[in-house]
């Protein structure tokens, strides 16, 4: 996927993203040029280090969703953090490294589950075995044995279990059963492992410092097993993950997660304004600098120790937004300012655009909306002047009030629909409900033109 031309990055993006060519472009451009560096010569490709993105624009007119999207285009693991989230007492320092941290993590759930996905088939299969053997079980051998030491040795194990020819064949009638799904609402007892093993609370909560130590004692000590009443659907689905989990090869998926991050993590860092300022002024201005100079290492490239090993930052993709009401870009320290050579302007979103947002993108929130409630059976339909009203009142609201972009959208749609969402699950069967401007004016009524109560409700 990474081979994608920049041009048909930006027109997969459009699939999704209204407007913001320039943001797609710089985008598009710098996921290319990972692509070109891959194929250079070893000694160079390390030479050649990302063109890290600044994106200026307002809130909620697609900076996120960009950046977002273009990870999930390529696979990519992604993680969003506030800039902001640094500047908190205690955590300076510290807690800029968790970025680096959470990303592995990240990539290695996203390996895991491509990795699962890949021994589904026989994880399933599998996990159909033991459901038989748990709806049939096999016969118990008694524990006759002499050596008064056995208890010692026996203890937590299974006893040795038989399976006769009876036995086999009534497993194969339940195999047959379970194929139809017959069963899937039996409930049956199975033993599940717990996610938390058995671990002494003697190191304190809360504090990262520990966060490794406890990890690393996790792995060492013995996972609690406890029983749990579940219906044959939901235990298929816990002893297919489990047995998935057995075929995976977590060291090798380690490799990978790490690799990822490494070559194609991607980091988008909001609200990178509000953490601008330099030393010398007074107050809060201290710690923004010294925030930035913490953020700079890692950016810049640097080596960062997690529980599952180094990790290098040297070719990880930042894209720092923010909207640059006050401060510029030219008041983050000039190190930082560096390395972000690529800026892109967002811009405000306008009623056209609004329109557009509701019906155009993928799965836009006139087309979730629609398929909920065709859920109950109900079809909703959405005339050409209802949706010029809806994007009119968004922007008209967001210029009264505050202006948050097409997350106004949200709001507003909600409220349009609130009635029906309530009432749409008593309706009649393929009931149609058609909404036009009307409807929505008649929703609204005077809401919008209330300034205070659009506060609260829009
Ligand atoms: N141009 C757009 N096209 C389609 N959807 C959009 C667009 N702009 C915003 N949205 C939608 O609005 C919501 C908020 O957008 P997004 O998270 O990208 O905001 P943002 O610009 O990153 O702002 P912030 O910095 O405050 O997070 C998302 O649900 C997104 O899908």
């Known amino acids: 996927m990474e081979q994608l031309t920049p041009r048909e990055t930006v027109r997969e993006l459009d699939r999704y993203i209204v407007g913001q060519n320039q943001a797609k472009r710089a985008v598009a451009i710098a996921l290319r040029n990972r692509y070109r560096r891959s194929l250079l010569p070893e000694g160079m490709q390390e030479e050649v280090l990302p063109k890290n993105i600044l994106m200026i624009g307002p809130t909620g007119v697609g900076k996120t969703e960009i950046a977002r999207r273009l990870a999930k285009l390529v696979r990519a693991p992604f993680l969003k953090v506030e800039a902001t989230k640094f500047t908190e007492v205690g955590y300076v320092g510290r807690d800029v490294e968790s970025i680096v941290r959470d990303l592995v993590e990240i990539s290695l759930r996203m390996v895991k589950a491509e990795k699962m996905e890949e021994v589904e088939i026989q994880a399933a299969q599998a996990a159909e075995k033991r459901l038989e053997a748990l709806l049939v079980p096999g016969k118990r051998q008694e524990n006759n044995s002499s050596n008064p030491f056995q208890f010692l040795f026996n203890q937590g194990q299974e006893k040795e279990e038989t399976v006769t020819p009876e036995i086999e064949r009534d497993r194969t009638f339940i195999r047959e059963r379970l194929h139809r799904g017959e069963l899937d609402e039996q409930v049956i007892e199975v033993e599940v492992e717990d996610n938390q093993p058995l671990l002494p609370d003697f190191l304190g909560t809360g504090m990262e410092i520990n966060t490794n130590l406890q990890d690393m004692m996790a792995g060492m000590l013995p996972k609690k097993r406890h029983k749990r009443k579940v219906t044959v659907r939901e235990a298929r689905r816990?002893?297919?993950?489990?047995?998935?989990?057995?075929?995976?090869?977590?060291?090798?998926?380690?490799?990978?997660?790490?690799?990822?991050?490494?070559?194609?993590?991607?980091?988008f860092l909001d609200e990178i304004d509000k953490i601008a300022g330099r030393d010398g002024a007074s107050g809060p201005d201290v710690s923004r600098g010294g925030v930035q100079r913490d953020i700079l290492p890692i950016v810049e490239g640097s080596t960062i120790n997690t529980k599952y090993g180094p990790v290098k930052t040297d070719h990880i993709l930042f894209i720092a937004a923010g909207a640059f009401h006050v401060a510029k870009p030219s008041d983050l320290i000039p190190e930082l300012q560096g390395r972000f050579p690529i800026r892109v302007e967002l811009e405000s979103l306008s009623i056209e655009d609004f329109q557009r947002i509701l019906t155009e993108p993928q799965s836009s929130l006139i087309k979730q909306?629609?398929?909920?409630?065709?859920?109950?059976?109900?079809?909703?339909?959405?005339?050409e002047n209802a949706i010029d009203e809806l994007a009119k009142v968004a922007y008209e609201v967001n210029s009264n009030t505050e202006n948050i972009g097409a997350r106004r959208l949200h709001t507003i749609v909600e409220r349009v629909l609130e009635e029906l969402s309530f009432e749409a699950s008593e309706l009649p069967e393929d009931y149609t409900v058609t909404i036009n401007r009307e409807y929505i004016q008649h929703r609204l009524g005077n809401i919008v033109r209330n300034q205070d109560l659009s506060r609260y409700i829009l």
Do not use: N, P
Not at 260 to 267: A, I, L, N, T
Not at 369 to 383: D, H, M, P, R, W
């Open 238 to 267: 816990i002893l297919t993950t489990e047995e998935a989990q057995k075929l995976i090869d977590h060291d090798e998926a380690v490799q990978e997660a790490i690799r990822r991050v490494e070559q194609e993590g991607m980091v």
């Open 369 to 383: 909306y629609s398929a909920l409630l065709e859920t109950e059976g109900i079809k909703v339909e959405f005339t």
